[in-house]
């Protein structure tokens, strides 16, 4: 990927989180946020200023992501799906949105996001 691009970051576990960013930031792209909880996230997707959105999809407390894919699948906004395995996939809905597994590898990081965009609707 050629471009710099704003990325909000979900991610509930604060040196996950911090990696995340590192690897993002040594991309050259710009984490404008980073939410560790649903409610924060939400509120993140419906201010908008980010160009895609890299999700944990079990959040604090058990909380699933899922209604926060549906909030930006019904704004157009590009997210990737972060897990680290043993969960049930995505509603379908979701089934195309590119998944970044963990422990994240800075090598995945931009074919997610190039995936990620090419399926901006």
Do not use: N
């Not at 946020?33 to 959105?53: K, M």
């Not at 999700?55 to 899922?66: E, F, H, I, M």
């Not at 909030?71 to 949105?97: E, V």
């Amino acid at each position: 990927m050629d471009s710099k691009r704003s990325i909000l970051v979900v991610e509930d576990e604060p040196l996950i989180a911090m990696m995340l960013e590192d690897f993002l930031e040594s991309l050259g792209h710009e984490v404008v946020a980073t939410c560790d909880t649903l409610e924060a996230a939400l509120g993140h997707a419906e201010a908008g200023g980010f160009d895609v959105a890299i999700v944990d999809v079990q959040l604090k407390d058990g909380k699933r992501a899922w209604p926060l894919a549906d909030r930006l699948a019904d704004r157009g906004m590009p997210f990737i799906l972060a897990t680290g395995g043993h969960l049930d996939p995505p509603p379908a809905r979701h089934a195309a949105a590119p998944v970044l597994a963990k422990p994240y590898t800075i090598d995945a990081i931009e074919p997610a996001l190039a995936q990620a965009l090419a399926l901006r609707t």
